[in-house]
């Protein structure tokens, strides 16, 4: 029967799936289309993130991201290759859909306008900022003439003016966008809507207001979730930083050898030109030179040749520096040197200038100075018997090389990052459904699995059953070895409890037989056991109900209490009958006796507490016994304790007991009168009673007279 359970419900996801996989292509689908009749229309919107919204909001953020990340995989075929790099915002678009609707922006048309403000946002603004980093200020595109025309109407700068143009247009567009879904997510019914939600649940699906609590339960550190999050994102990140660093660098690496052959292909053209045998006439005649003329508009045709080449110009290398063959003018920059000047060697070349002076060749040399950033490629020019003359040189501008590398870094972050997030979307989507929310469900239900009855009991074993999980792993095995571990415990919990409320009651049948037996060796204190022990239990449950002394008092407290007062006269047991008995007065040697029963049933209860070590109630019966004769005054016995030295149970019994000695006949007095002893007991407040605990006896006066009226019919 389980295995066909699970079967079907297996065979419901996987039907539940193939309809999300139908609605995600569709969803892409509708982001080619609405980008399609954009562009055909010639409308000033993209309509690009459509059928991203739509699948976020009706099924969630897994298949919302990758609609929106494949989405951009496809225009590559129709919007070139540079469509993928925005993969990452229509990723984030759906996010942030899943988000919104989750918490309804898509039910109330009022919050559909925050919602497309706070698209718009990702779609224009964080899509603003990628595209400078990519393009800079993009001169062309849907946006290109609002961004000018801001531009040149104010004072901001061309970014913030690019940003502005590109918000703006995309308010509008997620307006559009946003309408549509609302429409259709209005039309469709809620029955329709809800096949197409895929929440993978492998167990019985559980509310969002237990999965919250769930997640806000306590853990010590780190909650399994944040873990697994934090493992896939190093590794994640990890392995993004390392392909985008590797690339960066080979792409970095690949450019510098690029602009390293272009200039060395300079040189060497520009060397070929050069009359080797006439470079000295080139030096002192400079453009009346025959052939000097020609010879400069060849070089200045090869410098015009690529826009990364800065600047071209032959020296003449000798001790005293470079001596000016060809120097190229420069438009915007300072005139060029003339034929014959001498310009200092610049420092970047120092370690070359021996190989220089003797003709040999050097290799291409990067400078960073008041040029610029250059690399610089020097060609011997020979004369025609071989000897280098001169050097025919090309300076590439590397400036190039830096706006190109960002707009590399960026395409790659851009690119990875909307891999990485639908990574982390299929990783958690994943472990939440596979392993969190099932470990979560035990634990959460294990923590409610409460030894207060056999209703509560069973109810809660049976939470545990209807879990259902069926993850058919590991996880599966512990959700089956749990379910048969709680039931049991549930079945040794039963008999465990029924033994031990078995023993609890003869061991408080074994206190009052005990208590009995030395209560009635004095033949005059009648149920003084029973009535001192209704009396403390009163006075406990008066003390909770005023939240006083609540540091000690609790309901368990309370039972130690009721559970030892019979206790707090057993040191009776070592005084003689002639002096427990007497008609009359004590003696002081008699009293002295008498007195000494304080300490006695201390010793007493404290050898039974050797056998029963962990006892509270006996710990709590030893100082009932030993002090319940102190008076808060510090005038009490047997030791002269005074106010909170005395522990709090013996100033709860010392009341009791003093009451129930008032209003009892004994062999030396007459019983008082109820309200004369309550007046008494009011009296003795702060002198032989706590105050606290006095106040409390006197104004419970109907609930202590019913217990003494209760005994007294008996």
């Given amino acids: 029967m389980m295995q066909l359970k699970k079967a079907v419900t297996e065979g419901v996801m996987r039907h539940r ?55 951009n995989i496809f225009k590559i075929f129709t919007s070139g290759f540079s469509s993928i790099y925005y993969g990452v915002i229509n990723v984030l678009i759906a ?17 559909t306008l925050v919602a497309v403000l706070a698209l718009a946002f990702v779609g224009g603004g964080i899509g603003s900022v990628l595209t400078w980093f990519l393009f800079g200020f993009a001169n062309e595109g849907i946006t290109a003439s609002l961004a000018k025309k801001i531009y040149e109407s104010s004072s901001m700068s061309l970014f913030v003016s690019q940003f502005l143009a590109d918000y703006s247009i995309d308010v509008i567009d997620k307006l559009i966008t946003v309408v549509i879904v609302f429409i259709i997510i209005k039309v469709l019914p ?16 559980i509310p969002d207001d237990i999965i919250f609590a769930m997640n806000k339960g306590g853990v010590r550190r780190i909650s399994l979730r944040t873990k697994i999050l934090l493992l896939l994102t190093v590794a994640s990140l990890l392995v993004a930083i390392v392909a985008v660093l590797i690339g960066y660098f080979l792409f970095k690496r690949a450019t510098i050898d690029d602009h390293t052959v ?25 453009e009346n030179a025959e052939g000097y003329r020609e010879t400069e508009e060849v070089l200045y045709r090869l410098r015009d040749g690529s826009p990364d080449i800065k600047y071209v110009y032959v020296y003449k290398i000798e001790e005293d520096g470079c001596h000016v063959v060809f120097d190229l003018d420069v438009e915007g920059e300072e005139e060029a040197a003339q034929p014959g000047e001498v310009i200092p060697f610049d420092e970047g070349f120092s370690e070359y200038i021996p190989s220089l002076l003797k003709g040999e060749k050097i290799p291409s040399v990067i400078t ?145 037989v005990l208590a009995d037996m030395v209560e009635n060796r004095d033949k005059v204190t009648g149920d003084h056991i029973k009535k001192t022990s209704a009396y403390v239990e009163l006075i406990g449950k008066k003390l909770k109900e005023r939240g006083l002394y609540t540091d000690y008092v609790t309901d368990e407290y309370i039972e130690y209490l009721r559970d030892s007062a019979p206790l707090h006269d057993v040191g009776k047991i070592t005084i003689s009958d002639l002096i427990l008995n007497k008609n009359g007065k004590l003696t002081d040697e008699e009293y002295a006796i008498m007195k000494s029963h304080t300490s006695a049933g201390r010793k ?56 129930d000695a008032l209003v009892s006949r004994r062999s030396y007095k007459e019983p008082f009168t109820f309200d004369q002893a309550m007046k008494m007991i009011e009296e003795g407040a702060g002198t032989h009673f706590d105050p606290v605990i006095a106040k409390v006896f006197v104004e419970s006066w109907d609930d202590v007279k019913k217990i003494a009226d209760d005994f007294s019919e008996d």
């Fill in 368 to 512: 960073n100075d008041s040029y610029g950033w250059l690399l610089t490629a020097y060609a011997p020019v020979y004369d025609s018997d071989g000897h280098c003359v001169c050097y025919a040189a090309a300076d590439i501008s590397m400036t190039q090389l830096v706006t190109e590398s960002h707009s590399f870094l960026a395409k790659q972050i851009s690119l990875f990052t909307g891999f990485f997030i639908l990574v982390m979307a299929v990783g958690l989507w994943l472990a939440d459904y596979g392993i969190i929310y099932p470990v979560n469900s035990m634990a959460f239900t294990a923590k409610a699995f409460a030894y207060n009855s056999e209703e509560v009991m069973e109810e809660n074993v049976d939470q545990i059953k209807k879990l259902d999980i069926h993850t058919g792993d590991e996880i599966e095995n512990l959700y089956g070895a749990f379910t048969k571990t709680t039931a049991d415990s549930m079945e040794y919990v039963q008999d465990i409890r029924s033994k031990t409320e078995m023993i609890a009651k003869m061991q408080s049948g074994l206190i009052f």
């Fill in 604 to 659: 007493v209860i404290e050898q039974v507490m050797e056998k029963v070590p962990d006892s509270q109630y006996l710990r709590m019966a030893a100082n009932m016994a030993n002090f319940h004769h102190e008076r808060w005054d510090g005038t009490g016995y047997p030791e002269g304790r005074k106010g909170d030295e005395i522990p709090l149970s013996a100033r709860i019994m010392t009341i009791a007991d003093v009451f």
């Fill in 190 to 205: 809620n029955k329709i809507e809800e096949r197409f939600r895929y929440d993978g649940w492998q167990q019985r699906p």
């Fill in 17 to 71: 799936l193939g309809r999300v996989i139908l609605l995600s292509v569709l969803g892409i689908l509708l982001n080619i289309l609405g980008s399609n009749v954009a562009e055909v229309t010639g409308l000033p919107i993209y309509l690009d993130s459509i059928g991203t919204v739509l699948i976020a909001a009706m099924s969630g953020s897994l298949p919302g991201v990758a609609v929106g990340f494949f989405t």
């Fill in 262 to 286: 272009l200039g060395e292909g300079v040189a060497r053209l520009a060397a070929d030109v050069i009359d080797g045998n006439r470079v000295d006439e080139y030096l002192t005649e400079g």
């Fill in 95 to 111: 996010l942030l859909t899943s988000y919104l609707s989750k918490r309804g922006f898509f039910q109330k048309l009022y919050k």
